[in-house]
């Protein structure tokens, strides 16, 4: 991986650096350098900045100058990102040494397009996918053959850009896990998963990976050399039909939170189980009558692990059709109205996390009662009228350390620290 450093604000050169980007609307002189090293990007200035006799190369942007510096013209979209195709078509027009295009990434069908387009294009490049969903984009350059990567010092200078210390610690064959889902602007995973890598001295990085669908999944997972991922609202369901197998636990389920690349084959998994396991280490639950909130992926993971430990469950849901489902499966009664005469309360909704109702009436909450909130990392108004209730709360954030846990497991096939995984959700 070759990092190109790029600054913010005019300062001294990053030290050791193999690259400096020098943006004329940054600096107002050139840096005394080897012009081997320097990248001058024009930003709208007149070309007629650049010293002469420069050696460097000149980044002039999308306008069509001619020049005898080493030149790259740069296309920048930062709406969108076109398809393979397109991109192809612009970035193979024109007499520059390097064809640079950087695009506003917002789905894995945006990366795919991206990993696809430098598979075809017939000239020096440099692709990038902006925003945070093209972190990876950022990470696996060599992979995209790019002839350089940016990393910045000081002050970032694009969406979703590392900066150049992270990108030298992290090179070319780092490890890279994520999470996909839809919004994931709460998650709280990348803190947690992190630190368990550099713990386990993992060279690593977790990335989010926010896409409106699944469209392209897998082939993002394995053409960016993805290990694993963690899968949440709402496509723990649907990412099945994206995946090579499943386990029984998810086959049972009919939900999968936890993806791993097995050389290509795509593995999905479910972690949700052992989380809540280990979140309810602590609580009686042989006999007891437990409500689940809730009809989701959560929720079947719940109502399996609730049914193997031997509660009465109920469910209380908005969706009938699969409501009734959960119930069939597992063996669960339908329920509505109050959350009276239930030893433990379990929310798989996202309520708290956004505005709503939830499916039971919340008022008959005694202090008797246990409620376990999966939505974690605030305050809901569940776990606030249970907390003025007197009622023992389980939080959610043990669950995600559970679960992140077993996934990590999974990945790396080693045991990690959940103390430190804790600490990281402080």
């Not at 902006?130 to 010092?153: C, Y």
């Amino acid at each position: 991986m070759r990092i190109c450093t790029t600054y913010g604000s005019a300062m001294p050169l990053r030290k050791g650096a193999e690259m400096h980007e020098i943006r004329l609307d940054v600096f107002d002189s050139i840096p005394d350098a080897d012009d081997r090293s320097l990248l001058i990007t024009l930003c709208g200035k007149d070309i007629g900045q650049v010293p002469e006799g420069f050696g460097g190369l000149v980044d002039v942007g999308d306008r069509d100058i001619s020049t005898q510096f080493r030149k790259i013209r740069s296309i920048h979209d930062f709406d969108s990102t076109p398809s393979a195709d397109k991109i192809v078509a612009i970035l193979s027009e024109g007499d520059q040494e390097i064809s640079k295009g950087a695009f506003k990434a917002s789905s894995f069908t945006d990366l795919d397009s991206i990993l696809e387009a430098s598979k075809r294009i017939g000239r020096k490049h440099v692709l990038i996918g902006m925003g945070q969903i093209g972190e990876v984009t950022r990470i696996r350059s060599t992979l995209l053959g790019n002839e350089f990567t940016f990393g910045f010092d000081g002050v970032s200078t694009a969406p979703g850009q590392l900066s150049a210390d992270r990108m030298e610690q992290l090179g070319d064959d780092c490890t890279l896990i994520g999470i996909t889902g839809h919004p994931l602007s709460h998650s709280r995973s990348p803190a947690m998963q992190d630190a368990a890598m550099r713990a386990a001295g993992i060279n690593g990085k977790y990335l989010i990976f926010d896409s409106p669908d699944l469209d392209h999944m897998e082939d993002v997972v394995r053409g960016y050399d993805i290990r694993g991922m963690n899968v949440t609202i709402p496509y723990k369901q649907s990412i099945m039909e994206h995946l090579d197998s499943v386990s029984k636990a998810s086959s049972s389920i009919g939900a999968v939170n936890t993806v791993i690349n097995d050389d290509g084959k795509l593995i999905g998994d479910n972690t949700d189980i052992i989380g809540i396991e280990y979140a309810l280490l602590d609580v009686p639950l042989r006999d007891r009558k437990a409500l689940i909130m809730g009809s989701g992926g959560a929720a079947r993971a719940a109502a399996y692990a609730l049914d193997s430990l031997g509660c009465h469950v109920s469910i209380s849901g908005r969706n009938k059709a699969t409501v009734g489902e959960i119930s069939k499966e597992f063996g669960a009664e339908i329920h509505s109205g109050t959350v009276e005469g239930f030893d433990l309360i379990v929310n798989c909704t996202p309520i708290g996390l956004v505005d709503g109702e939830y499916p039971a009436d919340m008022t008959g909450l005694k202090k008797n009662q246990t409620v376990f909130d999966m939505v974690y990392g605030k305050d809901t108004p569940l776990t606030s009228m249970a907390s003025s209730r007197g009622c023992r709360i389980v939080d959610g954030k043990e669950m995600l350390v559970g679960q992140g846990a077993a996934s990590f497991r999974m990945w790396f096939g080693k045991e990690p620290d959940c103390d430190i995984m804790r600490g990281a959700l402080e």
